[in-house]
């Protein structure tokens, strides 16, 4: 068996289906970690909140495998050495299928007001999310971690809460917190009401610049 360097994903060595896909194990890290740096950089207070909901997405995965208690796959679960513990929803394929279903939402929210660039970039992006899904959901059955039906669940899942998510980022409240003494500490802003908000910060940094010239 040879495993992955990062997460210690096993696969049989020799085998390079086996390694693409425990690489691809990796996707819901990634990103996990690019939502980390848009909150981040961008200091907006919904990708905060975004950040929270993956948080909360693996808390849910974590608390149904151990109520539910469903068994890993019994062909598997000894050579990987992952008997002792539970695979009822797989964690992976529910957070890659929140973001796909969060980042389509997010991408047809507001769809006639955005730039052409923009639905593009965001239909790549979206498209990008559905073929990580599949890979990481192949991945978890392939490796041997996850039966079909515990990816199914996860996926699912993953979906359902990923609306949930889009629909508690529509709360007015949101806005309240960059006026707050914490949001102003951070920083903090919200650009929600925004169709485009990376269109609309680039014209308006764009005349800011005229104007200084």
């Known amino acids: 068996m040879a495993f992955t360097d990062f997460s210690c994903v096993y696969y049989n060595e020799g085998d390079t289906i086996g390694k693409i896909l425990a690489y691809a194990a990796l996707l819901p890290y990634v990103v996990i970690l690019h ?47 992952i ?5 009822m929803p797989s964690s992976h394929t529910q957070c890659i299928a929140f973001a796909f279903m969060l980042h389509l939402l997010l991408q047809l929210r507001g769809w006639s007001g ?3 660039a923009t639905r593009l970039i965001g239909t790549c992006e979206v498209a990008g999310l559905a073929v990580a899904a599949l890979l990481t959901a192949s991945s978890r059955v392939y490796l041997g971690y996850h039966s079909i039906d515990q990816v199914v669940v996860g996926g699912l899942l993953g979906v359902a809460l990923g609306a949930v ?23 903090l802003k919200t650009s929600w009401v925004l169709s ?3 269109r609309q910060e680039a ?11």
């Open 165 to 187: 998510c889009f629909a508690i980022l529509g709360w007015r409240g949101w806005e309240l917190i960059p006026s707050t003494r914490f949001g102003t500490l951070l920083h």
């Open 83 to 87: 008997c002792d513990s539970f695979g």
């Open 114 to 116: 955005k730039s052409l």
């Open 35 to 81: 939502h980390a740096s848009q909150f981040y950089g961008r200091r907006e207070v919904h990708e905060g909140v975004i950040v929270a909901a993956f948080v909360l997405n693996e808390g849910i995965a974590r608390g149904l495998k151990h109520g539910l208690r469903h068994p890993r796959p019994t062909a598997t679960c000894t050579k990987l050495d």
């Open 203 to 213: 014209a308006w940094y764009n005349d800011l610049r005229k104007k200084a010239q």
């Open 196 to 198: 485009d908000p990376l």
